[in-house]
Every structure is written in structure tokens, then in C-alpha cells.
Nanobody
Framework: QVQLEESGGGLVQAGGALRLSCAAS????????MGWYRQAPGKQRELVAQ???????NYADSVKGRFTISRDSAKNTIYLQMNSLKPEDTAVYYC???????????????WGQGTQVTVSS
């Protein structure tokens, strides 16, 4: 139905930057928001940044001032610019499309496969 493909992860030194991309494809339905989440080994998945259809953005306290979420609606793509990276940012980063209104089914969330971000000290 909805496919989300992340790209842009990799290995970077502390203080460096990466830009993640998430392209949505497949069936296009209305949705409430898209976001980036991350999961470090042994930890629960947590919200990193979210952007709603009205362009309201929401960030985890730990990334405020360092990360920026943006979108290109024409390309059905969102981005996460990550600056001043820290070793504690190391995690698998997942893209989500939330509150997708599927006719006859209801509201669902979709997730990408994830992309690894590793920050070395």
C-alpha cells in the first residue's frame, strides 16, 4: 500500500553531519504527519522529529537546535538534516507516515526498513 524508503545513513565522526531522506511510494492516501524515529541497541524506539500536514514541526529535546526536518511534497519525500552529531545519536533511524486514511480500512501507520547512523567519538 505505502512504501517508505530511507537513505543517507552511514558512519560519521562526532561533530559531523548527515542528511537522511525518506521517499514515499505506492498508493497515495491522505495522512496526518510524517516523522523520523530512532532505536538504539537495547532501547525503545523514540521520536526524533515530526512534521504535520500543516507544516508544524516537533522535535525531541535531545536534538533541538541540531536536527531539522523538512519535506518536499511534490516528491513525497521528507528529510532530516542532522548537524553536530554526537555518539549518542547512534541508532537505526526509521521513517514513518502516520494516520494514513485507507478507504475501507481506517487509519494506519507505515514504517520504513530503517537506516543505520553511527557516530564515532
Amino acid at each position: 500500500q505505502v512504501q517508505l524508503e530511507e537513505s543517507g545513513g552511514g558512519l560519521v565522526q562526532a561533530g559531523g553531519a548527515l542528511r537522511l531522506s525518506c521517499a514515499a511510494s505506492g498508493s497515495i492516501f491522505s495522512f496526518n504527519a510524517m516523522g523520523w524515529y530512532r532505536q538504539a541497541p537495547g532501547k525503545q524506539r523514540e521520536l526524533v522529529a515530526q512534521i504535520t500536514n500543516s507544516a508544524y514541526t516537533n522535535y525531541a529535546d535531545s536534538v533541538k537546535g541540531r536536527f531539522t526536518i523538512s519535506r518536499d511534497s511534490a516528491k513525497n519525500t521528507i528529510y532530516l538534516q542532522m548537524n553536530s552529531l554526537k555518539p549518542e545519536d547512534t541508532a537505526v533511524y526509521y521513517c514513518s507516515q502516520e494516520g494514513v486514511a485507507i478507504p475501507g480500512v481506517g487509519s494506519r501507520d507505515f514504517w520504513g526498513q530503517g537506516t543505520q547512523v553511527t557516530v564515532s567519538s
